[in-house]
């Protein structure tokens, strides 16, 4: 049973340019979360997908923002025209409806110069 | 809204100490989840426990244990004979249950450092 990956790993990128996380789930979990973290602090939620539906987008994610499920699998998050207030460890989880536990993947930390 | 409070920012001991983390709440749902993650130096987070509200009994697993006070809204963490491989960030976090969107609202995290 393979847990929650996430590529890539780490990004480097220069303010204005466009950026693409992936993370695949562990494959039986139809719960999907993005959360992202910065230094010293709790991650935050960001979205949420059921299967291939966005079901709920905080407040923090703004319109630069997007995420998609398609087919229920792997997801993508997607920022564009980064600003250096998006550096932070972006990280994604996911859990089965029967036991609601989440479980982490390694996270994106991306840098913004 | 839903709030989760570490008070304890850092806290160190010396192995084969005993040490608790503390963790107080804030929900107004009767139906809710409380998690511990770990977060050890390589960044991921590791799950630990999910409790249910409903559910007030104390858990062990084998050196962990769970104190969950609805009475004090806390659910409290003590590792028993500290282990230098206990060394990391603690995090303590709350889902409400809405529509099975189970998102979590973390606590900004304990660091533990266990001193050899």
Known sequence: DTGVSQDPRHKITKRGQNVTFRCDPISEHNRLYWYRQTLGQGPEFLTYFQNEAQLEKSRLLSDRFSAERPKGSFSTLEIQRTEQGDSAMYLCASSHEASGAQYFGPGTRLLVL | ?116
Do not use: H, M
Not at chain 2, 23 to 35: G, I, M, Q, S
């Open chain 2, 1 to 116: 809204a839903q709030k989760v409070t570490q008070a304890q920012t850092e806290i160190s001991v010396v192995e084969k100490e005993d040490v608790t983390l503390d963790c107080v709440y804030e929900t107004r749902d009767t139906t809710y989840y409380l998690f511990w993650y770990k977060q050890p130096p390589s960044g991921e987070l590791v799950f630990l426990i999910r409790r249910n509200s409903f559910d007030e009994q104390n858990e062990i697993s084998g050196r962990y244990s769970w104190n969950f006070q609805k009475s004090t809204s806390s659910f409290n963490f003590t590792i028993t004979a500290s282990q230098v491989v206990d060394s990391a960030v603690y995090f303590c976090a709350l889902s409400e249950r809405n529509f099975g969107n189970e998102k979590l609202t973390f606590g900004t995290g304990t660091r533990l450092t266990i001193i050899p």
